[in-house]
């Protein structure tokens, strides 16, 4: 049976993004951001009804405006998130962020990539990683680049790329990011 492109862009295929569905999905994300970054700062309430219209939460979160995201329903956040102004998530595939993570202004999570090779790339050939980012992660403003995974107890320095993998309990800086300290 032929994947849609949608089941291609959640299983790391390459996959069209000009689908009519997932078009669709993303002007469907963008009107909810938009909505949601053009709300008062004290309709707390309404901001929060907003964004679980957007994506899945365990629990308590509070998410600074400006907001963006590509989809929304491919973010899954645990208990007690919090993200300060200007937070990016390119959610193409699965963004899991656990349990009491902090991100500073103008964090980037990107899932989406594209072709390395020039004449593949201007196909319009895309492709999508998933991330997963740990409990009890504190992030300056990083760039979280495709398919990285982030462990439980991480510091991530600001200004840092997370271009691979960082372990549990260290603190890691730097471009590309690195592990400085084990914590």
């Given at each position: 049976?032929?994947?849609?492109e949608?089941?291609?862009?959640?299983?790391?295929?390459?996959?069209?993004?000009?689908?009519?569905?997932?078009?669709?999905?993303?002007?469907?994300?963008r009107?909810?951001?938009?909505?949601?970054?053009?709300?008062?700062?004290?309709?707390?309430?309404?901001?929060?009804?907003?964004?679980?219209?957007?994506f899945?939460?365990?629990?308590?979160?509070?998410?600074?405006?400006?907001?963006?995201?590509?989809?929304?329903?491919?973010?899954?956040?645990?208990?007690?998130?919090?993200?300060?102004?200007?937070?990016?998530?390119?959610?193409?595939?699965?963004?899991?962020?656990g349990?009491?993570?902090?991100?500073?202004?103008?964090?980037?999570?990107?899932?989406?990539?594209?072709?390395?090779?020039?004449?593949?790339?201007?196909?319009?050939?895309?492709?999508?990683?998933?991330?997963?980012?740990?409990?009890?992660?504190w992030?300056?403003g990083?760039?979280?680049?495709?398919?990285?995974?982030?462990g439980?107890?991480?510091?991530?320095?600001?200004?840092?790329?997370?271009?691979?993998?960082?372990?549990?309990?260290?603190?890691?800086?730097?471009?590309?990011?690195?592990?400085?300290?084990?914590?």
């Amino acid at each position: 049976m032929k994947k849609s492109e949608k089941e291609k862009m959640l299983s790391d295929d390459y996959y069209n993004a000009g689908d009519e569905e997932l078009v669709r999905e993303r002007n469907y994300a963008r009107n909810l951001t938009f909505e949601f970054n053009h709300t008062r700062p004290n309709e707390k309430e309404k901001r929060q009804q907003i964004l679980k219209q957007l994506f899945n939460s365990k629990g308590s979160f509070h998410i600074e405006a400006p907001f963006n995201c590509d989809y929304g329903y491919n973010i899954e956040i645990g208990e007690n998130f919090y993200a300060n102004y200007g937070c990016i998530i390119l959610d193409v595939n699965k963004v899991k962020i656990g349990d009491n993570v902090l991100l500073a202004p103008n964090v980037q999570i990107y899932t989406a990539a594209h072709p390395i090779d020039p004449t593949e790339r201007l196909t319009g050939k895309e492709y999508a990683k998933p991330i997963v980012i740990g409990n009890n992660v504190w992030s300056g403003g990083t760039i979280i680049c495709p398919g990285v995974k982030i462990g439980d107890n991480v510091t991530i320095g600001a200004g840092s790329v997370v271009t691979k993998d960082i372990p549990d309990h260290v603190i890691a800086v730097g471009n590309p990011c690195r592990v400085i300290k084990s914590i």
